[in-house]
């Protein structure tokens, strides 16, 4: 019964949309509907929503470099076949907390 009540309600659904659809007016290509529009004298030509990423810290990027040498070193175990039924979790925290002692 259920089954049949969100069949309908789909159909019904996606016949309001294709019919709504059809009175809109066609969009130039590369437009975007809901953005205003963007001048050459805007300072930042992608415009105002989109905001810049700050630069990783120093401790990020040891963290991300210590994740990369743990990434490779657990791919090598695991296709050796040797890692004793370790999952990544694991193996990722034991590795990390090793790297990290020795300063990497």
Do not use: N, Y
């Not at 809901?34 to 990020?60: C, H």
Request: glycine residues 8%; positive net charge; charged residues 30%.
């Amino acid at each position: 019964m259920f089954r049949r009540l969100w069949m309908a309600l789909g159909a019904t659904l996606l016949l309001v949309m294709i019919s709504t659809s059809a009175g809109l007016p066609a969009q130039a290509p590369g437009r975007h509907p809901l953005r205003p529009e963007e001048s050459a004298t805007q300072p930042d030509a992608a415009g105002p929503f989109i905001q810049q990423r700050k630069p990783a810290s120093e401790r990020q990027r040891e963290s991300a470099a210590r994740t990369r040498l743990c990434g490779a070193e657990w791919r090598a175990l695991r296709a050796a076949g040797q890692d004793k039924g370790r999952d990544w979790r694991l193996f990722s925290r034991e590795c990390r907390d090793r790297l990290k002692a020795r300063g990497h």
